[in-house]
């Protein structure tokens, strides 16, 4: 099963939980992996997996360190990203949202973060202007500014037809296509202080 597919340069990084199918020329390498792998990511132009103990970045086909500790034991790394500050905004699955400066890890937003715990992160991405949007397993999508702010939130209540966010993505126009449990929606923010839900029903679970 393959859960991600990152192009990078003129490699294609393909992952699964025990290992990565790297095609380049022509030719697929497989990478075998020390343990269970749930995500994959692209930070500064390198290919990031979580292992059982920590972030590792492949480099020459072959497993690098790049963030090891204690910090990742029994956790589930979610998301990845940098800040406009060059830190790594880390998302976990059950345990919450943090921040690694280089040196400590802390929470991301203290006052929400039992709302992560409690609705499971899943997914993340990052609009052009810094904000946050955050996919929950239990409770569709929640946006924040680069302060922390809370932007908005949208669920079954208020238009999404499933809470379960399986993907996110933002176009050039800063559109939200969200791929769900039950199939793909679509968000747009053509108008001020408005959204406009265009559902696809009857898809099943999109990847």
Do not use: C
């Amino acid at each position: 099963e393959f859960w991600n597919i990152i192009p990078v340069g003129n490699k294609i990084y393909f992952h699964s939980f025990m290992q990565i199918l790297i095609w380049e020329d022509g030719h697929m390498v497989s990478l075998k992996l020390p343990s269970f792998s749930n995500s994959m990511f692209l930070i500064d132009e390198k290919i990031i997996i979580d292992l059982s103990d920590g972030l590792y970045a492949i480099e020459n086909n072959i497993l690098k360190p790049f963030i090891t500790g204690s910090f990742f034991y029994h956790k589930q790394i979610r998301f990845l990203f940098r800040d406009e500050n060059k830190k790594l905004i880390i998302g976990t699955a059950s345990e919450g949202i943090f921040i690694y400066d280089g040196f400590s890890f802390t929470i991301l937003n203290p006052e929400w973060n039992d709302y992560f715990i409690k609705n499971k992160v899943n997914r993340a991405s990052r609009s052009a202007n810094g904000d946050l949007v955050i996919g929950t397993i239990l409770d569709g999508i929640i946006a924040f500014d680069k302060t922390g702010k809370m932007l908005y939130k949208l669920n079954t209540q208020n238009g999404l037809q499933n809470n379960t966010v399986l993907g996110i993505a933002i176009d050039k126009n800063q559109n939200i296509w969200q791929a769900l449990d039950r199939g793909i929606d679509f968000i747009t923010f053509r108008n001020k202080n408005s959204y406009t839900i265009h559902p696809v029903r009857h898809v099943g679970a999109v990847y």
